[in-house]
């Protein structure tokens, strides 16, 4: 017991030994590193912890994600004030009845606030009432409806795992992109909009997302709610790889255009709740197109 103890002492005087060799700058990118980290952590968990609840928590979070990301969409596209507060109401209303679209009624519900949306607009007195009509029909198209697809998917196989296979698959990739492609990353990949993508990053995080949808299909296949086929697994790798890799970069393109960094700064270390579902933005949507005719044309 006394060794142990002793052991243990000198561990933390190394560590605390080690703390006091960095010097500043060092330390302020370890904060923000364990800041990202943490938040990252938070953010996962939140998403797996609603899929694994059911189908409601999934359409519940997709709600939440498209109204914090329509606010933050209508901020770095306008001046958001309180005269454009209806506007946006009726825009994160759109898209939550997107969201429980996968029902009959929010579907009706959405034509009436696009209805209520374009008579509104009568009523504002701005000049500029194509941009403004431009803006939410943008927030309903880019937001609304992938984010209905997400929902889509939990209900396709009656099993709300299926969704949480896609997000893992993104997860996997943006890892795997950043290990390879900040090792031996050579070739840019679309240097005009993200300079620092590139082609090896983007076969190696394909790689990555492959070999998981390989590892799924041989072991938790059921889980996710999937047959045991491996041309489905890596054929649904594939979509969300490709989808999920365009959906980057058409946020990177609006936030060069924009000339922002980020689109907000509600995740510490992460930026905005766009810069974290942006790959699935275009991947939810390709996914949920891929498995209905995987369906349609397996028989």
């Known amino acids: 017991m006394t060794v142990l103890c002793n052991c243990m002492l000198q ?3 190394r560590i605390a030994n080690f703390a006091a060799s960095l010097n500043l700058e060092t330390k302020m990118e370890l904060k923000k590193l364990t800041v990202r980290t ?12 609603c899929i694994l609840i059911g189908h409601e928590a999934v359409a519940i979070m997709a709600s939440a994600l498209a109204t914090i990301a329509a606010i933050e969409f209508s901020k770095i596209n306008s001046d958001l004030n309180a005269r454009r507060i209806p506007t946006l109401l009726l825009d994160i209303a759109g898209c939550i009845a997107l969201c429980f679209g996968v029902y009959v009624y929010p579907i009706i519900l959405w034509v009436a606030i696009m209805i209520a949306r374009f008579v509104e607009e009568l009523y504002i007195n701005d000049n500029k ?17 992938p984010l209905a697809c997400a929902v889509g998917i939990s209900y396709l196989f009656s099993r709300p795992e299926a969704l949480l296979a896609v997000f893992l698959f993104l997860w996997i990739n943006d890892t795997g992109a950043f290990l390879v492609g900040s090792t031996i990353g050579r070739h840019r990949l ?13 076969f190696g995080g394909a790689a990555f997302t492959v070999a998981a949808a390989l590892l799924f299909c041989y072991t938790c296949s059921g889980f996710f709610g999937f047959d045991n086929d491996a041309l489905l697994w890596i054929g649904l790798a594939v979509v969300t790889v490709i989808f999920g890799t365009w959906g980057d970069l058409v946020e990177s393109m609006i936030k060069r255009t924009l000339n922002i960094k980020d689109s907000g700064n509600i995740i510490p270390g992460h930026g905005g709740i766009l810069d974290r579902i942006d790959s699935l933005l275009l991947a939810a949507p390709a996914v949920l197109i891929y498995l209905i005719l995987w369906e349609l044309l397996r028989f």
């Open 11 to 13: 561990f933390c005087v």
């Open 129 to 145: 009432p194509l941009h403004n009509l431009a803006n939410s029909m943008m927030t309903q198209i880019y937001i609304g409806i």
């Open 190 to 202: 679309f240097e005009r909009i993200s300079p620092k993508k590139s082609w090896e990053g983007f």
């Open 38 to 49: 943490l938040s990252g952590i938070i953010y996962c968990g939140i998403i797996v912890g």
